[in-house]
């Protein structure tokens, strides 16, 4: 078996400085295949954002920084955090997959970093278990498997040191965005909901459950960024020890109350399944429980935005994913930095199109309109269409009724 995936066509291919080897067909095809080692060119934009968000938070001096990729697959985020921030003093690789840690540690020879580079071929759980203790934890540990990562949370927190970072990715998107309630309640504790925003209640179900694992280890989590496509979810917290803390994280854990008739939503702090509506008085349903507090680091995020500066040469050419200009990366950021998030919901224009005589009005329009009756409102990096507001479904509508009727 090993020599039939050895004996597979694979590409050197490049990312930001660091050279990466991949099976070739992964460059081609719509979905990557597992085998012989999984590697996904479209998930280049977040691996950027990653990037970046590594290299804020260990821009100050720590001793000993380390990097842990406990599902590396062909380690296209660990090799460049081991090329692209200097300051990390080791990276440490974990997958199941053999053929994808030698392709890793390939790359790592070519990178010239493989001094710096530490592999393992071991399950998550019992690999964080047995390569980390009291003495030695990962500076920032990343957390991407196929599917769910909520099996491997408490692993994970157990291996990370004190004041570090935790980046975790779900793609089991249909269960957080409420296709099957049921699952996600068995694996978040959170009860999603299936509406236009489902993406964000998703997001904050994955943060509400981490913040609630991390809890019993006497530990907090401070998110640091948040986002979202159609197949994933990821997060990035700050985890810190502090029981003092861990006590109150019931301040940070809320519920989306919405109704299902008139479009209403709230965020409410206390589960109470008979509320109805503030509108027109049907019975509501609630999602959660959620971090219903900010999800970003907002002076981050501006020290993020004031360093982006496009480089001289960044194309390669070797597939249509090589490259994504900052100019679109700083867009990403400043709508984030701007955005509403102790807000745990959204609206989207669409959802207004018959008081506008079906037609769908350019969002920045409708948060300057809310924006110019007194309501704080932004967009929202969850959706090209979505914008929060202070302002209730019915005051929207009365404020877009008004341009309608100009």
């Given amino acids: 078996m090993e020599k039939k995936y050895l004996s597979q066509p694979w590409t050197l291919t490049k990312e930001g400085s660091t050279q990466i080897l991949v099976p070739s067909p992964s460059l081609t095809?719509?979905?990557?295949?597992?085998?012989?080692?999984?590697?996904?060119?479209?998930?280049?934009?977040?691996?950027?954002?990653?990037?970046?968000?590594?290299?804020?938070?260990?821009?100050?001096?720590?001793?000993n920084l380390s990097f842990v990729d406990s599902l590396c697959g062909v380690g296209a985020r660990g090799l460049r955090v081991a090329k692209e921030i200097p300051n990390v003093r080791k990276v440490i690789f974990?997958?199941?997959?053999?053929?994808?840690?030698?392709?890793?540690?390939?790359?790592?020879?070519?990178?010239?970093?493989?001094?710096?580079?530490?592999?393992?071929?071991?399950?998550?759980?019992?690999?964080?278990?047995?390569?980390?203790?009291?003495?030695?934890?990962?500076t920032i540990i990343d957390l991407d498997p196929?599917?769910?990562?909520?099996?491997?949370?408490?692993?994970?927190?157990?291996?990370?040191?004190?004041?570090?970072?935790?980046?975790?990715?779900?793609?089991?998107?249909?269960?957080?965005?409420?296709?099957?309630?049921r699952v996600c309640s068995r694996k978040y504790y959170g009860i999603p909901l299936r509406t236009k925003y489902s993406?964000?209640?998703?997001?904050?179900?994955?943060?509400?459950?981490?913040?609630?694992?991390?809890?019993?280890?006497?530990?907090?989590?401070?998110?640091?960024?948040?986002?979202?496509?159609?197949?994933?979810?990821?997060?990035?917290?700050?985890?810190?020890?502090?029981?003092?803390?861990?006590?109150?994280?019931?301040e940070n854990i809320g519920y989306v109350q919405h109704c299902f008739e008139?479009?209403?939503?709230?965020?409410?702090?206390?589960h109470d399944p008979n509320l109805k509506c503030q509108i027109c008085q049907?019975?509501?349903?609630?999602?959660?429980?959620?971090?219903?507090?900010?999800?970003?680091?907002?002076?981050?995020?501006?020290?993020?935005?004031?360093?982006?500066?496009?480089?001289?040469?960044?194309?390669?050419?070797?597939?249509?994913?090589?490259?994504?200009?900052?100019?679109?990366?700083k867009k990403f950021f400043s709508i984030a930095k701007a955005e509403s998030d102790y807000q745990p919901y959204h609206y989207l224009s669409d959802e207004f199109g018959k008081l506008l005589r079906n037609r769908t009005l350019p969002v920045s329009i409708i948060v300057k309109s809310l924006q110019e009756e007194g309501f704080k409102s932004s967009t929202t990096i969850f959706s090209s269409t979505g914008f929060k507001s202070e302002a209730n479904v019915s005051q929207i509508q009365g404020i877009l009724n008004k341009i309608s009727n100009k």
Wanted: glycine share 4%; with cysteine; hydrophobic share 40%.
């Fill in 29 to 63: 095809q719509k979905e990557p295949s597992k085998f012989p080692a999984f590697f996904n060119p479209a998930a280049r934009f977040n691996r950027e954002i990653s990037i970046l968000i590594y290299k804020n938070f260990l821009r100050f001096p720590r001793k």
């Fill in 94 to 138: 974990n997958d199941y997959n053999y053929i994808a840690l030698q392709s890793a540690k390939s790359s790592s020879v070519l990178n010239n970093i493989y001094h710096k580079c530490n592999f393992s071929n071991n399950e998550v759980c019992h690999f964080l278990q047995n390569h980390f203790d009291y003495l030695e934890r990962g």
């Fill in 146 to 181: 196929f599917g769910s990562p909520v099996q491997y949370i408490d692993c994970v927190l157990r291996a990370i040191e004190n004041d570090g970072m935790l980046s975790v990715t779900a793609t089991d998107t249909a269960v957080l965005l409420g296709v099957y309630p």
């Fill in 199 to 250: 993406l964000e209640i998703g997001t904050r179900i994955l943060l509400g459950c981490i913040a609630m694992v991390a809890s019993r280890f006497d530990m907090i989590i401070i998110p640091v960024f948040a986002h979202s496509y159609r197949n994933y979810i990821r997060v990035f917290c700050k985890v810190s020890k502090s029981n003092r803390l861990a006590n109150r994280v019931s």
């Fill in 262 to 270: 008139c479009g209403y939503r709230a965020s409410i702090k206390i």
């Fill in 282 to 329: 049907r019975k509501t349903r609630l999602a959660g429980p959620i971090w219903s507090s900010n999800i970003f680091d907002k002076n981050m995020i501006d020290t993020l935005i004031q360093n982006l500066v496009e480089p001289e040469k960044t194309f390669t050419g070797d597939n249509k994913h090589s490259y994504v200009p900052n100019k679109i990366i």
